[in-house]
């Protein structure tokens, strides 16, 4: 797998070389809801990409009945139809606000060991929106195992991932 990067100049142009093949795109810039999508590269391609204004999601996370705030507590923003976008965390009063997003809906899941809580509803978020939200945590439960090979040996790296309906 190989990552290719390129800026834009003053008037939003840029240029990448890259080998013909099939490539996967993100586009980002602050300010704007990241473009995600895919290109079939043969030959000289021109393709241009239209950023939405960014919408938002900020809140607080705080402990359950108390309404204390919980600082540096993890914010997983997970799309209704998808996997979750960059984690966030909340800075030292509890606070957070998401990086750009897109509009749509997006589940709230907030931890910081070893307390967890979650919004039960979706927050639905319009172009160039922003949403105030509380996350309640509590005490949560913990899992914990090894990831090994075939052979039985343990694997580094390797990332879990789990997910509820």
Known sequence: M????????????????LEPKDYGTRVTAD??????????????????????AASRISGMVV??????????????????????????????EGKFTSPGLDPGQYYLHARKPPLAGRLLDPVSLGLAQTIEVVIEV????SLAGTVRDERGQPIADAKLLARSS
Request: hydrophobic share 40%; charged share 25%.
């Open 2 to 17: 190989s990552l290719w990067v390129a800026a834009t100049d003053a008037a939003g142009r840029y240029e990448l070389w």
């Open 31 to 52: 300010g704007y809801a990241p473009d995600v999508g895919g290109l079939i590269l043969k030959n000289e391609t021109k393709k241009d990409f239209r950023l939405n």
């Open 63 to 92: 402990m359950k009945g108390t309404r204390k705030p919980v600082p540096h507590a993890e914010i997983v923003i997970i799309r209704t139809m998808g996997w979750p976008d960059p984690m966030v965390k909340s800075d030292a």
């Open 138 to 141: 509590a005490d949560g439960a």
